[in-house]
């Protein structure tokens, strides 16, 4: 083939990559009208879901908190609103949300009711918000400080380990407390704060941390270090009993990968040979099974600890 008449594609211009990533995710059907991305009987024809007025997204897009979330925003972008709450939470990369939790937004003016948004009243400080991914949304600390004062005890410890890993110490929230310090169920942080480990890497290991406390057992160390004679890294665990030498470990979906279990086996005979013991946790048994579970952990400490008083005690909850 002679290489003259080869047809080399043109890249697609910004402005043709920008109309297409429109339509990937949460879009305003004005705006892609205009852009003539879509026809008028398309938009509303069964390809395409309403989620509110003139916020549109495709009908195979699953509905979780943060496609949700972006499709509120585009409802009060041009009201000067911003995520907040656990739809700030989603857009930081911090999933702390109960499963049903709606969307919320924060606005400075009055806004009608939507079903499954959230919807608070204010004009946040310009220190308080941040461009994500093409939202403005409360910044972490800005949104710990929302959900540690309104949510149940558990839940607002989990929201702000979740929010504040590796962004902010949750003590910060006690010195934004002593600026507005007649805010709305401020009071509650001190413990929520104490309770709080921005190390915890899910909200799960922190729920099953919080509930080991509140059985009266040992404060165990967080995202853990056990290393080797030379200091070298052996392993990182979820939750240690140093003196113990017991590791627990929760296991979310990837690790019921049977890849993912042999690797975990390894590991865990790895830590063997160092004189650890691992216990592996699922959701159900950090749920329905929390009882038996802690009953397990319970014994296996006694077990395992040879002076069981001089564990550190725990404060509970």
Request: aromatic share 6%.
């Amino acid at each position: 083939m002679n290489s003259a008449n080869l047809v080399v594609p043109t890249p697609p211009t910004a402005a043709v990559r920008d109309a297409f990533q429109m339509l990937n995710g949460p879009f305003r059907g004005s705006e892609a009208l205009a852009a003539g991305l879509v026809s008028y009987r398309r938009l509303h024809g069964a390809g395409y879901r309403r989620l509110f007025p003139d916020v549109y997204v495709h009908a195979t897009a699953p509905l979780d908190l943060l496609t949700r979330s972006r499709a509120a925003y585009l409802l009060v972008r041009d009201r000067g609103g911003a995520l907040a709450g656990y739809s700030a939470a989603a857009l930081l990369g911090a999933d702390c949300a109960p499963r049903d939790a709606p969307a919320e937004v924060m606005v400075p003016r009055y806004l009608r009711a939507f079903p499954n948004l959230r919807v608070s009243y204010g004009r946040p400080e310009t220190a308080d918000v941040e461009l994500v991914s093409g939202c403005l949304v409360t910044t972490p600390e800005r949104t710990a400080w929302d959900l540690a004062r309104r949510s149940p005890l558990v839940e607002a410890v989990v929201a702000v380990d979740a929010v504040a890993h590796k962004r902010f110490e949750p003590a910060d929230l006690l010195t934004r407390r002593a600026k507005h310090p007649g805010a709305r169920g401020c009071r509650r942080l001190d413990e929520v704060v104490r309770l709080s480990n921005p190390r915890a890497e899910s909200p799960m290991e922190t729920r099953l941390r919080l509930a080991l406390l509140a059985a009266g057992l040992p404060v165990p160390e967080v995202q853990y270090d056990i290393l080797d004679r030379d200091w070298w890294l052996v392993a990182r665990v979820d939750l240690a009993y140093p003196d113990a030498k017991l590791a627990i470990e929760y296991d979310g979906a990837p690790h019921f990968d049977a890849r993912q279990r042999a690797q975990d086996l390894h590991r865990d005979n790895e830590l063997a040979r160092y004189g650890w013991h691992t216990m592996r946790i699922d959701r159900r048994q950090a749920t329905t099974g929390l009882e038996r579970t802690i009953s397990n952990v319970r014994s296996v400490l006694k077990r395992r600890v040879h002076r069981w008083r001089r564990l550190p005690a725990s404060e509970g909850l």
